[in-house]
Nanobody, 122 residues
Framework: QVQLVESGGGLVQAGGSLRLSCAASRRTFSSYLMGWFRQAPGKEREFVAAINWSGGITSYADSVKGRFTISRDNAKNTVYLQMNSLKPEDTAVYYC???????????????WGQGTQVTVSS
């Protein structure tokens, strides 16, 4: 069993920044692709960003490209999401997840955190 615990969410004004963290209990953390997803009220969960095992390959949704940066520290079993230039439409619960495959699809991810709320006020 793997536990993923997100932190760093909160309330921020439009144009501000937040950094989310996701700590994993998995001993083989460095072998897995990690992703961030988000879900706004009444909407489906959507892909935000993903990073491969080494951190050398990243992928972003078009809506966050140029504003968000995903990174990982395998020594700390932690993945990060730096969010800059936040917009009200970024308001959602943000989830981290792990996958053995390179994918932007929710179904490809087998372990999920409990989520952290990000609220961006206008």
């Amino acid at each position: 069993q793997v536990q993923l615990v997100e932190s760093g969410g909160g309330l921020v004004q439009a144009g501000g920044s937040l950094r989310l963290s996701c700590a994993a209990s998995r001993r083989t953390f460095s072998s897995y692709l990690m992703g961030w997803f988000r879900q706004a009220p009444g909407k489906e969960r959507e892909f935000v960003a993903a990073i491969n095992w080494s951190g050398g390959i990243t992928s972003y949704a078009d809506s966050v490209k140029g504003r968000f940066t995903i990174s990982r520290d395998n020594a700390k079993n932690t993945v990060y999401l730096q969010m800059n230039s936040l917009k009200p439409e970024d308001t959602a619960v943000y989830y981290c997840a792990s996958s053995p495959l390179v994918s932007t699809v929710v179904a490809a991810y087998d372990y999920w955190g409990q989520g952290t709320q990000v609220t961006v006020s206008s």
